[in-house]
């Protein structure tokens, strides 16, 4: 009897111990903070995109540039995008290399510059297949090399990072159109 209830008991911690918690996951992108620097409204008529992070980021970064040209298509703003991308822990895959577009835009031409940098990345805990990122946007006056606004994006998403681009594109036109 005394075996059964001590087996009833460890049976009934492990359900509690064990048990998954259903933690609310509600995927998207929103912006998380927006700090500006120099005061007065972000002005330009052509802005130059540089991303900066690890190579192995380049398909999306090539989906966030079709996304980025989508939005920006009826403001009338001449748009550039560097790929300033590294990996110093790994070698860079081939194809990551060679899908990476050569083309260096020149700074000079350009009225705005906008810094695009993956902070963070990591899936949730103990779900692979829900993944947090922020997304960190420094924008730049080049004529007088200030600081105007930083703004960083958490996105939430499921198995892949490329399916919030579209609403990442938008906050990116909202934190340079405000």
């Known amino acids: 009897m005394q075996r059964i209830i001590l087996f009833l008991c460890v049976l009934l911690l492990s359900f509690n111990g064990f048990s998954q918690r259903k933690k609310r996951f509600k995927k998207g992108a929103k912006i998380r903070t ?3 620097h120099k005061e ?7 802005i130059l995109f540089s991303y900066h992070g690890t190579t192995h980021y380049i398909y999306f970064y090539l989906d966030l540039t079709e996304k980025l040209k989508n939005v920006f298509q009826d ?9 300033d991308l590294h990996d110093k822990d790994h ?3 081939w194809d990551d290399l060679k899908s990476m577009p050569k083309e260096k835009e020149a700074l000079n031409e350009y009225d705005l510059f906008c810094k695009i940098n993956f902070v963070f990345f990591k ?3 103990n779900y692979w297949s829900k993944i947090n990122f922020d997304i960190v946007l420094e924008i730049y ?3 007088t090399s200030a600081l ?6 958490q996105v939430k998403c499921y198995k892949t990072i490329i399916t ?3 609403k990442v594109s938008r906050l990116i036109y909202e934190a340079l159109m405000l």
Do not use: R
């Not at 007065?40 to 052509?46: K, L």
């Not at 403001?75 to 790929?83: E, I, L, V």
């Open 34 to 36: 927006a700090i500006v």
């Open 164 to 166: 919030q681009n579209e």
């Open 141 to 143: 006056d080049i004529k």
């Open 91 to 93: 070698l860079p895959l």
């Open 123 to 125: 899936p949730s805990k």
């Open 75 to 83: 403001s009338g703003k001449k748009m550039g995008f560097n790929y």
């Open 40 to 46: 007065g409204a972000i002005s330009g008529n052509s």
């Open 148 to 153: 105007l606004k930083t703004t960083t994006i």
